[in-house]
């Protein structure tokens, strides 16, 4: 063997031994056993015929891929259309579509914070978010979970003219939702800009779905930029970011995930544009999506969440792989989250909401997964 040969190999028995092996799991397609409450399809649009055929009507007029970076000929008319409708839904005056939603969290902080900038960064955020902190060789100020004081404390005594405030609406793991009306505030008294990721809120928070951002009427503030995700509510894959038409301008300009990339594939951004308006059309399928997602923390005795992400605490590891297994054995899927891929060290289930649940289905959703807790609990 090689050294490097030996180097990965004692690190895969290093990640063995501690039980962190991730494994890939190959979906068979359609008729599947397991009821899904892992993935983030929280509208149930991925499957729906309209927006099969916005994808499949988008790849036979434009084809495969966009054949090309954004700047040089990968700009279609297909996108000027989605970021158009996408404004127009969120109540910004102007958006950018990027080819996944982790670029377009690149491609905001590090556009808009360089060396000689202050990021201040809550723990909680998502992977993006922190990769791009470390991109940006800004400063990075990480301030605890929701502690506004720190945040104040950390741009009312730098010496840095130039600061962001980084943010999940709604986060990823624990489902809770930010003070964004306070932190848009605070940064609005420091001369900040706050950086809002709305991945988890577009389509189950705010009005109609339009976001917490929106909810707190800031939609189109000045010093308020928004990321967000196609691959989610929206069923698709691609990401964007909404701002005003001067932060537009700049991305397409120094963004490196958007000038270097391959622009958004067609069947992409087909679908998602035909689910965005969906969701402007349907906007039931919020409430819908609200009222599974109660149902299930009823079940699980923990309280209602921000949105779609339900998160349960459990007492250890073992608990939550037990209680796992017990509903993937009854047919139900759940996401185990274990140290230390949870931001807080506490291992959780992590559920997610799906608007299409029927009502038999989300009783033996609530029935299964109360049945799994009791069961855990009692073994631990």
């Not at 799991?25 to 099969?52: F, H, K």
């Not at 922190?130 to 502690?147: F, N, P």
């Not at 945040?151 to 943010?167: D, G, I, K, N, Q």
């Amino acid at each position: 063997m090689s050294r490097f040969s030996d180097r990965l190999a004692a690190a895969a028995r290093a990640r063995e031994a501690a039980g962190l092996t991730r494994r890939l799991v190959a979906r068979s397609g359609a008729g599947e056993d397991l009821l899904d409450l892992a993935g983030n399809d929280y509208l149930g649009l991925a499957g729906d015929p309209r927006v099969i055929e916005g994808a499949v009507r988008a790849a036979q007029t434009w084809g495969g891929g966009a054949r090309a970076s954004r700047l040089v000929t990968g700009t279609l008319a297909l996108h000027a259309e989605l970021e158009a409708e996408l404004a127009a839904f969120t109540g910004h005056p102007s958006a950018l579509a990027f080819s996944t939603g982790y670029h377009a969290n690149l491609g905001a902080v590090t556009g808009l914070a360089g060396r000689g900038d202050l990021i201040v960064s809550d723990a909680h955020v998502h992977a993006s978010m922190v990769d791009a902190c470390r991109l940006s060789r800004a400063r990075v100020a990480i301030t605890g979970h929701h502690d506004l004081e720190a945040v104040e404390a950390t741009l009312a005594t730098r010496a840095e003219a130039h600061a962001l405030v980084l943010v999940e609406s709604v986060y990823s793991v624990l489902g809770d939702a930010a003070p964004v009306a306070e932190l848009a505030e605070i940064c609005a008294r420091h001369e900040a800009v706050l950086v809002v990721d709305e991945a988890h809120a577009l389509g189950t928070a705010g009005p109609g779905g339009r976001g917490l951002v929106a909810g707190a009427g800031l939609s189109g503030a000045e010093h308020v930029v928004v990321t967000g995700t196609l691959s989610k509510s929206l069923g698709s894959q691609g990401g964007f970011v909404l701002g005003s038409a001067a932060v537009r301008e700049h991305l397409v300009n120094v963004a490196r995930p958007f000038v270097y990339d391959t622009g958004l594939a067609p069947a992409a951004a087909g679908a998602a544009l035909a689910a965005l308006r969906v969701l402007r059309d349907e906007p039931e399928r919020v409430d819908a999506v609200r009222h599974v997602a109660a149902s299930l923390a009823l079940a699980a005795s923990t309280p209602e969440p921000a949105a779609a992400v339900l998160s349960v605490a459990m007492p250890s590891a073992a608990a939550a792989v037990a209680a796992a297994q017990v509903c993937a054995e009854a047919g139900l899927r759940v996401g185990c989250f274990r140290p230390p891929s949870v931001p807080d060290g506490i291992s959780r289930l992590r559920l997610t909401a799906r608007a299409t649940l029927t009502d038999a289905e989300l009783a033996t959703a609530t029935g299964t997964l109360t049945r799994a807790l009791t069961t855990a609990l009692a073994a631990r």
